[in-house]
């Protein structure tokens, strides 16, 4: 891979700038993957959420989990609960229990086989250890500046 600068002239450029770019490129290859398989990167969290879980999760308890992913807010993550119920993939019963149904778990399979494609395209030619490094830089930065932030 050809490099946007030299390594002299990359340590002095911004990780602002550099984070940003990376987001929207990460972002926008997932969510254009996941839109050709007819879903949105919302509803995959709660697919993959409820088909990961040892225990019964109530829509409460996911929403609160995932609306303050990429800041999606909690009035996206209802709309989504909403629609993948529509859809068939999840049951809410009267006590708000979320359950992934048999069309659920089918197409949650699909989307999980593309995240693992997706994975690894992103990650092709980056080892473990870069990887690990990049993360905990990523963190120290955020903590430098006050930031918050954590993923499950």
Known sequence: MEYSHSDTDLINQPIGYWSWAAYKAVIARTRAALAGIGTTQPQWW?????????????RDE???????????????MESEIDT???????????????GLTAEGRAFYDKAAALQRELWAERHAGVSDEEY??????????IHNTGGRAWHH
């Open 46 to 58: 709660v697919l993959a959420q409820l088909a990961s879980a040892d225990t019964v999760k109530t």
């Open 62 to 76: 996911v929403s609160r989990l995932l609306r303050n992913y990429l800041d999606v807010g909690s009035e996206t």
């Open 84 to 98: 993948i119920i529509v859809q068939g993939w999840i049951t809410e019963d009267a006590e708000g229990r979320l």
């Open 132 to 141: 690990l490094i990049t993360l905990k830089v990523l963190q120290r930065f």
